[in-house]
């Protein structure tokens, strides 16, 4: 097995993190050129860990690790890779007596962005595209969730990087911010490596070219949504009555029950209903172990 | 860009806030400009002084810095992990301490040279290169204290606790009600004293000591930055190297801050050639009077030579000589420390305030009673009421015709109160100075050995003077009304006399 060594994506090998005796990534190989990638998975099916190994803010306990082409086991390897990528973490806690200006001045510095006014210039640059530039002078304690929110994604699109890791970037966004924030990514996309790690299916539907499903631990699916789609056909189904113990399920609103039956089983009640296209969301719940769990 | 440019880009950033930031906008000022407003400055400061301003104005610099800087230190420990920037948390942690040093340092740089601005005159006295450095570290202690214990703790607790425990300790020490916990305060005072005045004796014109100072404020402020980075960035355990460090300068500090104390003790005494820049402190002759004074401490001859000048002048020439030097002794210094003031010297300490009359008394004093040979050793008191001599001493002190009456009275009650006068006492020096001086000068020329025997009374004097007996009807009473004391107060204290002066 060959190491992609590319300059502008992720190459990842065996990648191994382990909190104690449990294994939050339990060796992941896996590689990331331009374009949205979307990251799927139920809580604690180390989206968030993988994230934090690729953004060098964690270790990985085995395996190998290329981020634009550098080892982030390198001290200055490491910081160069800081300097090439924005990542927004899942829960960002901001510096509440920061002004929004004075936070993202204060994140363009560690970035090294330039003289003061360069670097002043593209704090504004950021505050806009994140719609946050009517509210600079206001305290970040001030802010609501969504523009909390909002000013993590601005800190992360700073100075352009090549590589962006966005965990749960859509969390607290109203529907207006949340298409604008597509627009943005899908922008951005064009020129860098995105990896978006979100529980909003719509997100990964209207961004993503690849979609990568993790389940304990492990990458249980690797493709495009179609794909995704596809390989949940027949497996959707929609019946008048409850279904049978045993597999998800949940009432719509017109009285009829969607059931997911997962791979390798049959539908228990496939005389009551017929089968329907899946959504991305009903492959998203399959792909993930959703289905199994409740079993 | 390298890292040591945005470590430099990060420091000022660091900087700027901490100047912006409503906290240090609102405590620095006052802690800058009450000095100036409040403070009363010495007509002729002195560098020991200046040294105890310096270290007071460094110490509310230190208190307002602890509470500035604890709020970026909460923004660097609590907000800032977990962002994978370029820097890391350490180095901005460290950016964050060279800031609040470098904004500390500049406060108390304000200060001295607000100080150095007013002071009226040149700053007597001997000051170290390294006395001022010194201070200026001690100002470090309060942003490096915020970090470390903000380190530690990830919380506002140590300035909560901080600012609640300042009012606190002023309410407590300024009230009478309450002494429990006395003993409690007392500990921690002598604990924080010994962090800011490591050193049982503080001359800063001795270059071992400002070195010594400088040396041990510069190790704490080393300890209190190596404490806070050996805190993991995660607030979990400890860097084994960095904590090794920190205990190796402990243990330097303690080892060192010991040693001190066994080398130079609260009573040691240190030459001249000790002191920064000085080999020795001749002395110089103005009028067959010697005067010695301390290394910096030249300008102040005039002073002495305008209080102590009258009074020789006064006495008959032959007997002048009996003032052999006004000898400044200085604290801890010491021309040699195998040698003594002569036996008839006029001792001078290393302070003189031009606007406050008892300076110049003590001189006009000593060198009288020199003159007269009344005993010097204040230790033992005794009791000249009675003598002849008491009178010409009283007259000799005040013989400076430049001062008003009332400070003539003053400078002669302050010898007749020393030597135990009664109320005839008084009313005779207060009436010698009515006299042409001529007359009282000619009597003393011609009568000295007499007037100045211990056996001599009061009556002879007055006798010589035509004066009538200070005991009877037609001699005027004492000038009660510019003296110092009232005639029941001296009556007091002569109903228990001293034993007769000798």
């Known amino acids: 097995m060959t190491m992609d060594t590319t300059a502008t994506g992720v190459s990842v090998r065996g990648l191994v993190r382990s909190y104690g005796t449990r294994r939050a990534l339990a060796g992941i190989d896996l590689d990331l050129g331009p374009g949205v990638t979307g990251l799927l998975g139920r809580n604690g099916a180390g989206k968030t860990t993988l994230l934090r190994c690729l953004a060098t803010d964690l270790e990985a306990t085995g395996g190998e690790v290329r981020v634009l082409g550098r080892d982030p086991e390198q001290a200055a390897d490491r910081t160069e890779i800081r300097r090439r990528m924005g990542y927004l973490p899942q829960s960002p806690s ?199 769990k409740t079993r | 860009m390298s890292t040591g440019s945005t470590f430099g880009r990060l420091t000022l950033f660091n900087l700027r806030h901490l100047v912006t930031s409503p906290v240090f906008f609102l405590t620095m000022p006052p802690a800058l400009f009450a000095p100036a407003l409040t403070s009363q400055m010495l007509t002729l400061p002195t560098a020991s002084g200046f040294h105890r301003y310096c270290v007071y104005q460094a110490m509310c610099v230190a208190v307002v810095m602890f509470v500035v800087t604890s709020f970026p230190a909460i923004r660097e420990v609590r907000h800032s992990a977990g962002l994978a920037l370029p820097l890391s948390p350490r180095a901005r942690l460290l950016s964050l301490a060279l800031a609040a040093v470098a904004l500390a340092s500049v406060c108390t740089a304000i200060q001295i040279v607000g100080y150095l601005v007013r002071v009226p005159v040149p700053i007597a006295g001997v000051l170290s290169p390294y006395a001022v450095p010194g201070v200026i570290v001690t100002s470090w202690f309060g942003p490096l204290a ?48 010994s962090v800011v005045e490591p050193l049982p004796v503080t001359t800063p014109g001795v270059t071992a000591l400002a070195v010594l100072y400088l040396l041990l404020n510069a190790l704490l402020a080393a300890l209190l930055l190596s404490a806070a980075m050996a805190r993991r960035d995660d607030g979990r355990g400890v860097r084994p190297v960095t904590a090794a460090v920190s205990a190796l300068l402990a243990v330097v500090i303690a080892v060192t801050g010991v040693q001190a104390n066994r080398a130079f003790p609260f009573d040691a005494e240190f030459s001249v050639d000790q002191l920064h820049g000085t080999e020795s402190a001749p002395c110089r002759t103005r009028d067959g009077v010697a005067y010695c004074p301390l290394p910096g401490y030249e300008s102040w001859v005039e002073y002495w030579h ?68 009344l005993p010097r050793d204040r230790e033992e008191p005794c009791s000249a009421a009675g003598q002849a001599r008491l009178a010409v001493g009283a007259w000799l002190a005040s013989a400076d015709e430049g001062l008003s009456r009332r400070d003539r009275i003053s400078v002669a009650d302050s010898l007749l109160t020393r030597f135990d006068a009664d109320s005839d006492g008084f009313a005779l020096a207060h009436a010698l100075m009515d006299l042409p001086r001529e007359r009282v000068t000619a009597v003393l020329e011609e009568h000295w050995d007499t007037l100045t025997d211990p056996g001599t009374g009061p009556g002879e004097l007055t006798e010589l003077l035509d004066l009538p007996d200070p005991g009877s009807a037609e001699f005027p009473e004492a000038d009660w009304q510019r003296s110092v004391w009232s005639e029941e107060e001296v009556l007091s204290w002569t109903e228990f006399p001293f034993p007769d002066c000798g």
Not at chain 2, 348 to 354: A, F, K, L, S
């Open chain 2, 146 to 193: 915020a970090l470390t214990t903000v380190v530690w703790t990830r919380s506002f607790a140590p300035l909560i606790a901080f600012v609640l425990l300042i009012p606190a300790y002023l309410v407590y020490t300024s009230t009478t009600v309450g002494r429990r916990a006395d003993v409690i305060v007392n500990r921690v005072e002598t604990a924080a004293r």
């Open chain 2, 306 to 373: 305008a209080a102590l000048g009258p009074v020789v002048a006064a006495a008959p020439e032959r007997v002048r000589p009996r003032v052999l030097a006004v000898w400044q002794a200085g604290g801890h210094i010491r021309r040699s420390l195998h040698s003594d003031p002569p036996e008839y010297s006029v001792i001078v300490t290393e302070y003189w305030d031009t606007e406050m009359e008892f300076s110049r008394e003590g001189v006009s004093v000593d060198a009288a009673v020199l003159l007269v040979g």
């Open chain 1, 94 to 292: 901001f510096y509440p007596h920061f002004t929004v200006f004075g936070l993202l001045d204060y994140v363009a510095v560690l970035k090294e962005l330039g003289g003061r006014r360069e670097r002043h210039d593209e704090v504004r640059r950021a505050m806009r595209r994140v719609d946050l530039y009517d509210r600079r002078h206001s305290r970040v304690r001030r802010l609501s969730g969504g523009m909390r929110q909002r000013l993590g994604l601005a800190s992360a699109l700073l100075g352009d990087p090549e590589l962006l890791l966005l965990d749960e970037p859509t969390i607290g966004l109203d529907p207006e911010q949340r298409i604008r924030f597509r627009d943005l990514v899908s922008e951005l996309a064009a020129r860098s490596t995105v990896v978006l790690s979100t529980h909003q299916i719509e997100d990964v539907a209207a961004l993503c070219r690849r979609v990568l499903c993790l389940d304990a631990g492990r990458v249980v699916f690797d493709g495009t949504p179609d794909e995704l789609v596809s390989r949940a056909r027949g497996r959707v189904w929609e019946q008048g009555s409850r279904p049978a113990e045993g597999v998800t399920s949940w009432r719509l609103a017109d009285g009829r029950y969607r059931v997911l039956v997962p791979e390798g089983t049959e539908n228990p009640d496939s005389t009551a209903g017929v089968p329907v296209e899946p959504s991305l969301e009903d492959a998203y719940l399959l792909f993930t172990g959703a289905g199994r």
